[in-house]
């Protein structure tokens, strides 16, 4: 079996965007947060909140590993998906079979946008501390880092960033998927009917997009939130490509 592509990313991470390349090269089939899925709408969910999902009858943990490694016995796939959703499969037998890979965002951005639809979240929705305790664990099994993309670096410079993970992770470089045509998203609609993905719909490329968010020293939620991720964010922050 060719190992799954994935990228391990936070909310808020620009990760969306990052998948949307990924489906403009049309060399990979690409899953959308598969294991998020069942984290919200499986049978054996285990998100921390009461949402609006609906269950969703045979959606298992379980039955998306299947469906994941059944599809990369066929064929190439790009998996973009959280830490936080995945952490209690996580053996020796799941790390192999994968290239992992990872997108960071400082806390100082990235919380500010959760607050704007969630204002209630959780810190366990953050993800910063299972992704760190991912990223340990990868390097640990491989004695290396893997590829990290800073979602700054990204957007700043998003040929040269892309182009140093696509080396990075062993694929060609196709510099016409950074860009594309403004329209409906509905391969990542499944959690509330898509509404995190408006800049997305809107977007022409991996670039900047003006933002009013509120500040993390003017929140109290949010600084405590940051006291906590920010840490972690460093962590990994060392090892990013470019670094």
Request: hydrophobic share 35%; glycine share 6%; proline share 6%.
């Amino acid at each position: 079996m060719t190992p799954i592509l994935a990228l391990w990313a936070i909310p808020r991470s620009t990760s969306t965007a990052f998948e949307w390349m990924m489906r403009q090269r049309g060399d990979h089939v690409c899953h959308h947060e598969p294991f998020g899925e069942a984290w919200y709408r499986g049978e054996d969910r285990l998100c921390p909140r009461e949402t609006s999902e609906q269950v969703k009858p045979g959606l298992t943990f379980q039955s998306v590993w299947r469906t994941l490694q059944e599809g990369a016995a066929a064929e190439r796939l790009f998996m973009k998906d959280f830490p936080h959703y995945i952490m209690h499969m996580v053996d020796e037998e799941f790390l192999a079979r994968f290239t992992h890979s990872f997108l960071i965002r400082t806390p100082e951005k990235m919380l500010p946008s959760m607050f704007k639809n969630w204002p209630d979240f959780e810190i366990a929705e953050t993800g910063y501390a299972e992704q760190r305790e991912l990223f340990d664990r990868v390097c640990q099994r491989d004695g290396k880092a893997p590829a990290v993309v800073d979602s700054d670096d990204l957007l700043d410079d998003p040929a040269a960033t892309s182009q140093a993970w696509c080396e990075a992770v062993g694929i060609r470089f196709m510099p016409d998927a950074l860009n594309w045509e403004p329209g409906e998203r509905k391969q990542m609609s499944w959690y509330d009917g898509g509404s995190w993905h408006a800049n997305l719909e809107a977007s022409t490329g991996l670039k900047r997009q003006k933002r009013d968010y509120v500040s993390v020293d003017h929140n109290d939620h949010l600084k405590r939130a940051y006291e906590v991720c920010q840490p972690h964010y460093e962590a990994i922050y060392r090892h990013r490509l470019g670094g």
